[in-house]
């Protein structure tokens, strides 16, 4: 267990299906990230919250929408995803202000998504 | 805006026996960190060395080393004594100290190692 737990560990929806991906921290981090990694691509950011705040939005469709109620969690809610949405969904979190902390970004286990 | 690049798709090492993962990065801010991580076949990206762009010497985490050359961008692992539970893809990952890229990773396509027996 790194101290970021992710749920579920496999999802697999259909096009038209609703659903939510759940990120908890009890690492005392104040920012908490999503991350999406494809086959053959680099890991892409997708959102960054900041003391709860969203301070990012890196272009994503609006078929995802995250949530973070507080600074321990955070969600992904997704809706009329497309087959190429299929992905490894990974949450981080990190202590801002430091450079990323000498331990860097604790990353939860992911979740796989499949699209259908 | 900041580049992270791995020209080695996959690499293959004897078991304990060293090896180089190599990475080049491109930034103009004078501020930064570079990261390794590995991420085994069960998804987890695990934290393995961080190095401080102004850390005079290269960092050191057991077997895992980082060569840190700050004048031709480059930060390579260096995997001592390879073992069997190696295997995994590694990234190396940047984040800037400040700007609106700070707090954020950019990774590189990664790595795959395959240690054999």
């Known amino acids: 267990e790194t101290g970021v737990t992710q749920t579920p560990r496999h999802l697999v929806m259909g096009m038209t299906n609703k659903k939510s991906l759940k990120c908890e921290q009890h690492l005392g981090h104040n920012a908490m990230y999503w991350y999406k990694q494809s086959a053959k691509k680099p890991l892409e950011l997708m959102f960054v919250y900041n003391f709860k705040e969203q301070t990012e939005n890196n272009s994503v469709p609006s078929r995802f929408s995250p949530e973070c109620p507080n600074s321990s969690h955070l969600f992904l809610h997704l809706h009329t995803l497309q087959p190429e949405d299929s992905a490894l969904y990974l949450c981080a979190s990190s202590q801002e202000g430091r450079l990323g902390g000498y331990r860097g970004y604790t990353f939860g286990s992911g979740t796989r998504l499949t699209v259908v | 805006a900041q580049k992270i690049t791995q020209t080695q798709p996959g690499m293959f090492v004897q078991e304990k026996e060293a090896v180089t993962l190599d990475c080049t990065y491109d930034t103009s801010d004078q501020s930064y960190g570079l990261f390794w991580y590995k991420q085994p076949s069960s998804g987890e990206m695990i934290f393995l060395i961080y190095?401080?762009?102004?850390?005079?010497q290269n960092a050191t985490e057991g077997r895992y080393s980082l060569n840190f050359q700050k004048a031709r961008k480059s930060a390579n692992l260096v995997i001592s004594a390879s073992q069997l539970g190696d295997s995994a893809m590694y990234f190396c990952?940047?984040?800037?100290?400040?700007?609106?890229?700070?707090?954020?990773?950019?990774f590189g396509q990664g790595t795959i190692l395959t240690v054999h027996p």
């Open positions: 190095q401080g762009s102004y850390d005079e």
């Open positions: 990952a940047m984040s800037l100290a400040g700007g609106t890229s700070y707090g954020k990773l950019t």
